[in-house]
């Protein structure tokens, strides 16, 4: 009785390998079961027989690395997703093969820190997103990696500090935004640091007394406005 347990047995794994070694890559393929639902692994083309992406799928939920591909079949992105396929972190490449952007989506929203680069790698700048909404203070870089403007937003609108910089990181421009309008007092700064021009916004639109100076402080030019428009202008010799 052992003996014939043993030898069925034995036939079974015979019969199994035999099934396995017959069965291709292609046969596991873009599987979906009896609900129609994506599961294991799949390779997606085109009409044309290019491949789109390819990455696995739990119930037509997208679990673990994906790759996305240009025509050619070079990378375009790659997606890491977890907690059921609801987030991801994602990086999208030019097509040099150099890292483009950079960041989460959840629920396929952007979501939290992105970064974007140039075509030589060089980081442009980093945007902060919640639920897809542009939220915190945004930045971008010049090329050594210097911020050059900064800006915040609010609920997908400019709100909050709005500030330019130099090469060598002194102010260039300090103000703000309220409800993605120019708002409140306005200063443009020289590169040694003094007061270039000082004014005021009120919804975008030029209010009250604008002052214009020299690198020397003295006032050249002042304008007078009233609903954006210059109403008076006066003009001062800096020498006098």
Do not use: C
């Not at 044309?48 to 996305?68: K, W």
């Not at 639920?131 to 010049?142: A, E, L, P, T, V």
């Amino acid at each position: 009785m052992r003996m014939g347990r043993m030898a069925l047995t034995l036939m079974l794994v015979i019969l199994y390998g035999i099934i396995l070694n017959g069965q291709t890559v292609e046969d596991t393929l873009n599987q979906v079961d009896l609900d129609g639902r994506k599961q294991g692994y799949w390779k997606k083309h085109d009409e044309s027989g290019m491949i789109l992406y390819e990455g696995s799928f739990e119930a037509d939920v997208p679990v673990g690395d994906f790759r996305y591909y240009y025509p050619d079949g070079k990378t375009k992105a790659t997606s890491t997703f977890h907690d059921n396929g609801r987030r991801s972190k994602t990086t999208t490449y030019h097509y040099s093969g150099k890292v483009m952007s950079e960041g989460f989506y959840v629920d396929k929203l952007k979501d939290s820190v992105w970064r974007y680069y140039d075509i030589n790698g060089i980081f442009l700048k980093e945007e902060f997103y919640r639920n897809n909404q542009r939220n915190g203070i945004w930045r971008s870089y010049y090329q050594d990696g210097q911020v050059a403007e900064e800006t915040g937003w609010k609920d997908d609108m400019k709100n909050g500090p709005w500030v330019q910089y130099y090469y060598d990181g002194t102010k260039k421009l300090e103000g703000s935004y309220l409800n993605d309008e120019k708002q409140g007092p306005i200063l443009h700064y020289f590169p040694s640091g003094r007061t270039r021009i000082t004014g005021e916004y009120d919804q975008s639109y030029r209010i009250g007394t604008w002052y214009y100076m020299n690198d020397s402080s003295k006032v050249i030019k002042i304008e007078h406005y009233e609903d954006g428009k210059v109403v008076k202008e006066e003009n001062f010799d800096p020498e006098e």
